[in-house]
């Protein structure tokens, strides 16, 4: 009986004391500012949702939010309700006309144990009811929920959060790129860059070009990635392929719009562009060659003839995607452009005479200059990987920054606007989240967590006013080695969180311990909750380690809200039949002998971390 009721009070406690003790709330990305107040508001049948824009994209969302978490509560327009009538107890207050200012994109989150309101305008009183989601604690009872006071007001550090993920290499269907969009929202990312195109894929239809997708979609089979660990020239003879008719593209728009993200399409040129080839040759200076969509990974050595013909077709591609994309970006990708094509071809030599061109890295900008005018001249921006700097550029191109950040720090240098997106900063989530044998396979690398967290986006060598050009960071997927949706997950999962704190929490604001173990345990179990397959991070205070001494502390928090520890120090793989860690340990090693403490974290619907391993030795004689 005295151990039942510890265990009862250690995990009534859990959840709320994660939140008394935590400045943030649980709340990711960590807020402005957020002070709790004493007291909760009851969320029941009977709490009425006052907005004052009833038809407002945010507030439809929580209505169907609330709808779907069973915790239907009626939404009435204020506006219909005398003034001095106004009963604002047990209410939401969704307030888009409220007086007074706030910063772009930023809201106020007031909870008393009377009611909630929010202050918010366009995608501010989205973020805020992102927020309240976060804060809300579903009860067992059907249609009632806690949610602790508090007063929050919030804002984000940078305009541009981006999350991108690579369709071509391998495809995803509409429902989860609505699936992935939903995370993003959740999180306050606020552009999807969309890579659409690629040599192993072309994946939008395009009216007017119809074997873009007809032969440009479809590959005859697979480089398989790496077998038993050692790059392969195998393939898998399996024919694969995938692409989005403008109706489900229009269809994706709208749901993002939705959730107040924009989607930036890349269409990549002028390398990476074999499937294109493949399906119109005459885009290529060697139109006799004969193309095929690319199988395997890395360079296809092939890229678009900078010739009239390919611009004609090209104007006419890009006109279509941006019918279909009303943003202001259209990426236009520019990256690692094997220039063999050009240098064999009499056209391209011709030209760079021609054009007084300095040799073929002249012909990259010539051809970047071209696209970028008729872009400009429908109204929009470009945005290009660093590459498209070389040669120079008109003001109001915008930069990623891949190859580290010496791009993104040359651009703001020349004004352009820039989006710090360097794989050495943590941000390629094709690469490993440890160097763990266990991992799956992937391109390689190694960017845990913690890394990709301690990232901040503005280089100290710039100045104060080119500082203003980093307008965001973001995160990219490429998806080589990733063939799967849950495999997408896992490798965007948890990361994202901490690249979305990342873009939105000040720098000032950023705590990893904070972070990683009062904030993220709780997220976790949200993510399990809505079906997502993140990976488990091993238990904090579990990490491979090699120590040397007679007694050992372990002392280990879970990573995942709910999940168990299990281990072993007898050398074997420990499992859900091993004795479950719940309390801090000694251990002991006598002299000259050595224990493997060895851990596993399962969690509530059974996902499991990797195993890690705790080497502690006694070398004394
Ligand atoms: C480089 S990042 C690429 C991609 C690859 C990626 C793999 C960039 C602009 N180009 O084509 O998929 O590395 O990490």
Redesign the pocket.
């Known amino acids: 009986m005295k151990n039942l009721l510890l265990v009862f009070i250690l995990t009534v406690s859990t959840g709320a004391f994660a939140q008394k003790s935590d400045p943030n709330m649980g709340i990711v990305p960590a807020p402005v500012s957020a002070k709790r107040e004493s007291g909760e508001f009851k969320l029941t049948p009977e709490t009425i949702i006052f907005v004052d824009s009833p038809d407002n994209k945010a507030v439809v969302f929580f209505s169907n939010y609330l709808k779907k978490a069973g915790l239907a509560s009626s939404v009435t327009d204020i506006n219909t309700i005398d003034k001095n009538h106004r009963n604002l107890k047990n209410s939401i207050v969704l307030s888009l006309n409220f007086k007074g200012k706030l910063p772009a994109e930023g809201y106020e989150l007031h909870v008393t144990p009377n009611n909630i309101t929010i202050n918010g305008r366009y995608s501010g009183m989205f973020y805020g009811i992102q927020t309240l989601i976060q804060l809300i604690q579903k009860s067992k009872s059907p249609g009632y929920a806690i949610v602790p006071c508090a007063t929050i007001k919030d804002y984000p550090r940078f305009g541009y959060r981006g999350m991108h993920l ?1 369709v071509s ?1 391998h495809f995803f269907d509409v429902d989860f790129i609505k699936k992935y969009l939903d995370v993003m929202a959740a999180y306050k990312l606020n552009n999807f860059h969309w ?1 659409l195109t ?1 040599d192993q894929g072309w994946r939008i239809e395009i009216k007017k070009y119809p074997k873009l997708t007809e032969i440009g979609s479809q590959r005859a089979q697979t480089k398989i990635g790496r077998v038993h660990g050692v790059d392969s020239d195998l393939y898998d003879n399996t024919p694969y392929g995938g692409f989005y008719t403008q109706e489900q593209i229009a269809e994706v728009v709208a749901y993002a719009t939705d959730r107040y993200i924009n989607i930036v399409p890349e269409i ?1 040129m002028p390398g ?1 562009s074999m499937a294109a080839l493949a399906a119109y040759p005459e885009m290529s200076c060697d139109p006799a060659k004969e193309y095929k969509v690319f199988e395997n ?1 890395g360079d296809s050595k092939e890229a678009f003839c900078p010739n009239d013909v390919t611009f004609k077709m090209l104007h006419e591609i890009l006109y279509e995607v941006m019918e279909l994309f009303p943003g202001k970006y259209i990426h236009i ?4 452009v094997n220039k063999d094509a050009w240098k064999k071809s009499d056209f391209c030599r011709q030209l760079i005479v021609d054009q007084s061109l300095r040799d073929e890295n002249g012909l990259q900008s010539y051809f970047i200059s071209n696209i970028e005018k008729f872009v400009n001249s429908q109204g929009r921006s470009i945005i290009g ?3 498209i700097l070389e040669g120079g550029l008109a003001p109001n191109a915008t930069v ?1 920054s ?2 580290g950040e010496a791009g993104g720090i040359a651009a703001a240098q020349m004004g352009h606007d820039v989006i710090m ?1 360097p ?1 050495s900063g943590g941000l ?1 989530f ?2 490993a989240q440890s160097k763990s044998t266990q991992e799956p396979l992937s ?1 390689g ?1 190694n960017a845990p967590l913690s890394k990709t967290y301690a990232y901040d986006p503005v280089p100290s060598s710039l100045s104060k006013d080119q500082q203003q050009h980093i307008i965001g960071v973001q995160a ?1 997927l ?3 080695y990733i063939a799967t949706p849950d495999k997408v997950e896992y490798m965007l999962l948890p990361r994202m969180l901490a690249m979305a704190e990342t873009g939105w929490t000040q720098q000032a604001g950023k705590d990893y311990k904070n972070f990683s173990m009062q904030r993220l345990p709780h997220q976790l179990a949200r993510l399990e909750e809505e079906g997502y397959n993140y990976r488990v991070p091993v238990p904090e205070g579990a990490k491979d380690t090699t120590l040397t001494g007679n007694k050992f502390n372990i002392d280990l928090t879970p990573s995942v809200e709910g999940a168990k520890i299990h281990y072993t120090i007898d050398g074997f793989t420990p499992r859900e039949t091993d004795l479950e860690y719940t309390t801090p340990l000694q251990i002991t090693v006598p002299s000259g002998k050595h224990i493997d403490f060895q851990a596993i974290e399962i969690t509530p619907a059974g996902k499991r971390s990797i195993v890690s391993d705790i080497k502690m030795a006694n070398d004394s004689k």
Request: charged residues 40%; glycine residues 14%.
């Open positions: 690579d290499r890579h690629d990549e990476h990974w990708g520019g990256d690692e990987w660093d590459e990623m891949w190859r997106t794989g390629y094709d690469h391109i690398g990219n490429w998806t080589e």
